[in-house]
């Protein structure tokens, strides 16, 4: 069974820093490209950022560019949201989601087929 | 302001249809056959229904179905039940990159 598990979540200051981690299980970890989505307090889902299944390519949405860092150590079977220069619009609950093989290709391609239960993350100003 | 453009809302009556849509632009869902749709309950985390246009996850009703013509997605809900209520999003590729929907709340009447 393909279980994702956040933590990390936790009021922070504006300004302030945070580290978000997804602990994978139930798959091949190292075989999927893995995302962040977060969801502001009774607002819609945005894409936040995404990994490759390796690791060595990243992206992110304009939002949170410059600021915040993904990575991945597949001996962990973890990704994580390095989050910097909080601000209060960053208010949301962030959710990490399976991948497809690659973060997008022909073969197939979709942000998650599994997600987790999701880690809030309030920002005060 | 959502990359992708849904209605608010969207109801119908136990067992009728209903179709939300989703539009874009040719950098997103005109652009891409990778468009997908998620369910998602109050309190709940995102489930997805529809990905790749029309293509179904095992365990996917096939109440749920979808498609796509120009910069324009669907998705259609047939025989509708109560715990179909829920808020839907669609989701595009848009190179390098993903955009939601506003997101759609469905209500069974």
């Known amino acids: 069974e393909v279980q994702l598990v956040e933590s990390g979540g936790g009021l922070v200051q504006s300004g302030g820093s945070l580290r978000l981690s997804c602990a994978a299980s139930g798959f091949i970890f190292r075989n999927y490209a893995m995302s962040w989505v977060r969801q502001a307090p009774g607002k819609g889902l945005e894409w936040v950022s995404g990994i490759s299944a390796s690791g060595d390519i990243t992206y992110y949405a304009d939002s949170v560019k410059g600021r915040f860092t993904i990575s991945r150590d597949n001996s962990k079977n973890t990704v994580y949201l390095q989050m910097n220069s909080l601000r209060a619009e960053d208010t949301a609950i962030y959710y990490c989601a399976k991948g497809a093989r690659a973060f997008c290709s022909s073969t197939s391609c979709y942000l998650g087929d599994y997600w987790g239960q999701g880690t809030l993350v309030p920002v005060s100003s | 302001q959502s990359a992708l453009t849904q209605p608010p809302s969207a109801s119908g009556s136990p067992g009728q249809s209903v179709t939300i849509s989703c539009t874009g632009t040719s950098s997103d869902v005109g652009g891409y056959d990778y468009v997908s749709w998620y369910q998602q309950h109050p309190g709940k985390a995102p489930k997805l229904i529809i990905y790749e246009v029309s293509k179904r996850p095992s365990g996917v009703p096939d109440r749920f179905s979808a498609s796509k013509s120009g910069n324009t997605a669907s998705l259609t809900v047939s025989g509708l039940q109560a715990e179909d209520e829920a808020d839907y999003y669609c989701?595009?590729?848009?190179?390098?990159?993903?955009?939601f929907g506003g997101g759609t709340k469905l209500t069974v009447l």
């Open positions: 989701n595009s590729y848009a190179g390098s990159k993903w955009v």
